[in-house]
């Protein structure tokens, strides 16, 4: 367990257009190297699992397959790795439709190649971590088939409702709330005869909060996986788990209308003020942390941790963490380079960017940067390919957490699916005109080992997904051997296990028509990471900038790919020339 409460942005200093101190450093404390708990400065990587490594040809990726690649994940520095969900599921929603939460999907594997995983995962100082779904299940579910039947104990184990008659006495959905993935929130059951809620697909009926016993059986789901050896959980979907309470009739609001779009099936369509953000799931997130510090008070070992998943607003992300009385989340991801920036970001975004976490947090918390994951599109689809260094570099500089998608150091970009090819329920859902803006699957196309048969992800030439065919270039092989973004990432990883990484004060903020600068300081050593965002050359005086604070003489560290500066060279602080999209973190 953490002793020590420096952990934290003590000390830092921000400095965009003024300067703020957070917290205040005693002298004296900064002379020790301060402690730091494991999860704090490490760097997660999220499998998956369906497109990371097929072991046996069916063109599905498995368990097996992420046991034999582990030493790829020693290579690239990986502390702990999350997994996109592994229970057995029909798969409408690949996996995060859970029809048994205590047991593997046959696809993936079984408990034995779990226990495995863990096994050789701990033996190589790997921790695992694993996807908990608490807002819904699958309908395949046994217990949204109790509570269909209205098995005594279940029969308010999910969100039920009679619905209403319209005026000429035909049977409506109580309300208009929407799904996520189009149309409306309610579903008829034709056995029960009632509408249940489902925010995602129809297939994924939501769970009842309201109801303890779903509550305690959740809490069961969290202690069984604990008990197999799993790090923490990445928790799914999180603001979702309560809707407001119904009123004394059972009846539920309407949204309001948000005016972002016409398109009435579209969950933007409404500000969901009524089925997401309630502060009992704050709590339920509290009662969480809870659990999981009590289990490693009885069974000893490291610190488990909670990966948060939420896209809501600020003020509430920011209560995951905890309060005065009360622990949460270590880990709510932050999501702002994946809502706030693209390719025609402005420059000066991206330090505005940072700012925004790092303004909001807390005092004493941990801050953590996500580029990606498997519900975006690739960082370098997003931002554009010129930028995969600079992101990568951008993440790993900062302080605390970084959060990797798989194939992100590599450069993987969108895989290109046709209508016909899709397999995302957010896409299918929709129709062949307007899929690409919902479509999560150019994400998830299988990663790039090699230049063998599907990139060497299968012996199988035809995968769930299609390959990407940038994997003759893009890919681990290949890029192992060359100037690359992975070795650019290596390295990125390697300084990040530096003092000044871990323990450094932070700058950041704009020189020249479009650099960004972030400098990371501790114990008067300095590295520096220069990053020009634009597509057009640029001289900038990094001394211009003075709240940044850089003088002396400084040395490149680690160039960008495409730079042409080489490693150990010295460079003028007055008078630096950067290429289009040129990066390079300078040491003092
Ligand atoms: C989360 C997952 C996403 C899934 C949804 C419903 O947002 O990341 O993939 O579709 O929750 O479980």
Known sequence: MKSFLFLTLSGIILSLWSPVVLGCQNPSTVTNTPQKDWWETAQFYQIYPRSFKDSNGDGIGDLKGITSKLDYLKEIGVTATWLSPIYKSPM????????????????????????????????????????FVPNHSSDENVWFKKSVA???????????????????????????????????AWEWNEQRQQYYLHQFAVKQPDLNYRNPEVVAQ?????????????????????????????????????????????????????????????PETVDMVYQWRKLLDDYQRIHGGDTRVLLIETYSGLDYVMQFYGNKTTQGAQIP?????????????????????????????????????VMGN??????????????????????MILPGVSITYMGEELGMLDGDITWEQSKDPAACN???????????????????????????????????????????????????????????????VELRKTDVLKFGTIQYGMVGNGVLVIKRTYKGKSYVLVANILGTPDTVN???????????????????????????????????????????????
Not at 374 to 395: A, C, F, L, P, T
Not at 431 to 439: C, D, E
Request: with cysteine; net charge negative; hydrophobic share 35%.
């Open 430 to 492: 929709s129709n062949p005109q307007i899929f690409q803006k919902f479509t999560r699957d150019p994400a998830r196309t299988p990663f790039q080992w090699d230049t063998s048969t599907a990139a060497g992800f299968s012996t199988n030439p035809n995968t769930w997904l299609p390959v990407n065919p940038n994997y003759v270039d893009v890919n681990v092989q290949n890029e192992r051997n060359t100037k690359s973004h992975l070795n650019v990432y290596k390295q990125m």
């Open 92 to 131: 409408a929603d690949f996996g995060y439709d859970i029809a048994d939460f205590f047991d593997i999907q046959d696809e993936y594997g079984n408990l034995d190649d779990f226990a495995e995983l863990i096994k050789e995962a701990n033996s190589k100082g790997l921790k695992v971590i694993l996807d």
């Open 542 to 588: 990094l001394s211009s900038n003075t709240r940044l604070n850089i003088s002396g003489s400084l040395r490149v560290k680690i160039p960008s790919v495409d730079s042409m500066k080489q490693v150990g060279a010295s460079i003028n602080i007055a008078q630096l020339a950067l290429q289009q999209y040129e990066a390079l973190v300078l040491e003092s």
């Open 218 to 278: 959740m809490k069961r789901v969290l202690t069984y996986w604990l008990d197999r050896g799993v790090a923490g959980f990445r928790i799914d979907a999180v603001p979702w788990c309560f809707e407001v309470k119904a009123d004394e009739n059972g009846n539920y609001p309407d949204e309001p209308l948000s005016g972002f779009t016409d398109d009435k099936d579209d969950s933007s369509y409404l500000r969901h003020i009524y089925t997401q953000d309630q």
């Open 150 to 184: 209205r098995e005594r104990g279940y029969e308010d184990f999910y969100v039920w409702h009679d619905g209403k008659k319209d005026a000429n006495g035909n049977r409506i959905p109580p309300n208009n709330w929407l799904q996520a993935f189009r149309g409306s």
């Open 374 to 395: 498997h519900d975006q599109r690739r960082v370098g689809s997003r931002y554009g390919k010129e930028r995969i260094d600079i992101m990568n570099m951008i993440q």
């Open 333 to 369: 991801f932050n999501f702002q380079f994946i809502l706030n920036g693209n390719k025609d970001s402005e420059p000066k975004r991206y330090a505005e960017i940072i700012k925004m976490w790092l303004d909001k947090m807390p005092a004493g918390k941990t801050p953590n940067w």
